[in-house]
């Protein structure tokens, strides 16, 4: 059974730092691209961030600020965000992308871990 469970989020302050993580299992860790979406309240989903064998990729509004990486060995996914904002606030998945590539579409979500950014 695939499985992707993310952990991590919390309050920050502006300016601030938080390490999201998620622990997938029930499928070849390696052998698939894994992405970041988030869910801003009141609003719809937007892809953050993905990782495949060709690179990283990210949603120009993160660049410089966020870092996507992965441990193949432990089956996991983090995502570190610094010099956070207000408008990073939103709940955000771990996803599995459907094959090795990150235009692939994505076919099993985590729960979400909340992440507030506020003063």
């Known amino acids: 059974q695939v499985q992707v469970v993310e952990s991590g989020g919390g309050l920050a302050q502006p300016g601030g730092s938080l390490r999201l993580s998620c622990a997938a299992s029930?499928?070849?860790?390696?052998?698939?691209?894994m992405s970041w979406v988030r869910q801003a309240p009141g609003k719809g989903l937007e892809w953050v961030s993905g990782?495949?064998?060709?690179?990283?990729y990210y949603v120009d509004s993160v660049k410089g600020r966020f870092t996507i990486s992965r441990d193949n060995a432990r089956n996991m996914l983090y995502l570190q965000m610094n010099s956070l904002k207000p408008e990073d606030t939103a709940v955000y998945y771990c996803?599995?992308?459907?094959?090795?590539?990150?235009?692939?579409?994505?076919?099993?979500w985590g729960q979400g871990t909340l992440v507030t950014v506020s003063s």
């Open positions: 029930g499928f070849t860790f390696n052998s698939y691209a």
């Open positions: 990782i495949s064998s060709g690179g990283v």
């Open positions: 996803a599995k992308n459907r094959g090795p590539w990150s235009s692939s579409a994505l076919d099993a």
